[in-house]
């Protein structure tokens, strides 16, 4: 699939409206409109002004002339410039979306409808921190009467876009690239079109965290050893104390809600262990994960789906905790400064973050799985902490924080760096590899939706049959 529109928009408006054929609104009447001859947000390609209609049918979609202009809210939500993106582009970017849906519901992909609900509230709590706004400009913003409204068609956004993208996972899921597959596609590069990777830097960090002390675990472990006695002895609301209690700032307003899956790994395994083996209306023992300690309500059993709730409380980090983890890498830091250790041995034997002490704290770029970092695509955060530094200089001792804990001290190093070049195979290889293997999973794409355009019911409006579509949307030839 050539997307109508460059990829990094595509991924902005994933985010498509759909709506059931049952509730398709009438075709209303055009009304010509001469006196613009650029198609603005509200023309069709003949230059005609539409007030709504069906702009086409995809499989058990449709797609309205409304669909395209929430389409420009959505892009506008996100500080997106709509000013060169035509309606042709977005009405082409919502047919391929329909026709993923489709197929991924004749597939039996399924979506977890708890999940969608706490994005949506995720998404809603982002606007509103960001935009420093109340829920009723959220609502004008979106020209929405009510917050069910939006709720409702904030649901059928992410429902959609999620069997979208699961569809699109599962075409290429099994899609893979050879060596040599690798080294042709390089070849196959003129010389002078190879690509350009910016100024790239290896960073390592030595992490210390806090300990906790044993009086603050069991502390908690009690606490919610009287949570589970006031819902088994005196009738106590479990959700109740969720929402008031639990450290889950992300279930705490759903009341502690999950729904997990068996045969899909949501949850840590110590939480998924504990779940899966209660019976339904049983409380666990608490249990400690990464995240703290929890206790479980099993409510429902549905097949492999199992709902529950749960309650999470963190053990309490005292300041002399913290005090002690500062003095720790403070000399640490002391140490590798006056040349009595190496960062990377300093790491293995001091280095709290399992993740990268065995690596002598090296940090592992997250897209290509090697450890050089492009400047210029590198967490904000992590590079406002190294851009001063030189060449195996050591930072100051910095305060930071993660999902998991909410204190933490490191140290930073730069251990390498090499300058903005020109793609070399040897040097590069897994950037490469990452490439061509993109190219062969568009090419999968590409194919894929080919065939099921033509093995798919579409019908396009007359009015949107002048757009210039990169796929075969009119069915003119069989590519």
Not at 22 to 37: R, Y
Not at 73 to 82: K, N
Not at 96 to 124: F, G, M, W
Not at 337 to 356: M, P, Q
Request: glycine residues 4%; contains cysteine.
């Amino acid at each position: 699939m050539k997307s109508t529109i460059k990829s990094t928009f595509a991924t902005l408006v994933l985010c498509v409206l759909a709506v059931n054929l049952s509730s398709a609104q009438e075709i209303i009447e055009d009304v010509v409109d001469t006196s613009k001859k650029q198609l603005d947000s509200t023309q069709t390609t003949t230059g005609r002004k539409k007030v709504d209609g069906v702009s086409a049918v995809v499989g058990d979609f449709v797609v309205l002339d409304s669909d395209i202009d929430k389409e420009y809210i959505q892009l506008q939500a996100r500080g997106v410039s709509i000013a060169n993106i035509t309606r042709c582009e977005l009405f082409g970017k919502l047919l391929e979306d329909k026709l993923y849906a489709h197929h991924a519901i004749q597939d039996s992909i399924t979506v977890n409808e708890l999940e969608i609900r706490s994005n949506i509230e995720q998404q809603i709590n982002a606007f509103l921190e960001q935009k420093g706004g109340s829920m009723q400009q959220l609502l004008e913003f979106y020209k929405k009467d009510t917050e069910q409204s939006l709720r409702e068609e904030m649901f059928e956004i992410n429902k959609n876009a999620k069997l979208a993208a699961d569809m699109q996972r599962k075409i290429i899921e099994d899609v893979e690239v050879t060596p040599e597959e690798v080294r042709e596609y390089y070849n196959s590069i003129p010389k002078d079109s190879l690509p350009e990777f910016g100024t790239e830097l290896k960073v390592a960090q030595i992490v210390v965290i806090p300990e906790i002390t044993e009086a603050s675990k069991q502390a908690v472990i009690d606490r919610l050893k009287e949570f589970k006695a006031d819902v088994i002895e005196n009738g106590a609301s479990f959700t109740t104390k969720a929402v008031f209690y639990s450290d889950d700032k992300a279930a705490r307003s759903k009341g502690g809600m999950y729904t997990l899956n068996r045969k899909r790994p949501q949850m840590v395994k110590e939480f998924r262990d504990v779940a899966f083996s209660l019976q339904e209306g049983e409380i666990s023992e608490p249990f400690e994960t990464d995240f703290g300690y929890h206790i479980i309500l099993l409510e429902k059993i549905r097949g492999q789906e199992y709902d529950v709730r749960h309650i999470l409380l963190r053990p309490e980090i005292t300041e002399a905790s913290i005090q002690a983890a500062k003095e720790k890498i403070t000399k640490v830091r002391e140490q590798i400064v006056a040349g009595d250790l190496t960062f990377a041995d300093a790491a293995r034997e001091f280095s709290d973050e399992e993740e990268t002490k065995y690596e002598g704290g090296q940090l592992i770029n997250p897209y290509t799985q090697d450890s050089s970092m492009e400047l210029t695509k590198m967490d904000p955060e992590l590079y406002g902490q190294i851009q001063d530094l030189k060449d195996d200089e050591i930072s100051l001792v910095l305060e930071d924080q993660d999902r998991i804990n909410p204190v933490k001290f490191k140290i930073l190093t730069v251990t390498d760096r090499i300058d903005e070049h020109q793609a070399d195979f040897a040097r590069d290889y897994l950037k490469i590899k990452n490439l061509a293997l993109q190219e062969k999973q568009f090419e999968e794409i590409k194919k894929w939706q080919e065939e099921k355009i033509y093995d798919t019911y579409v019908k396009i409006n007359d009015d949107y049959k002048g757009c210039d579509f990169n796929s075969n949307w009119l069915k003119t030839e069989k590519k």
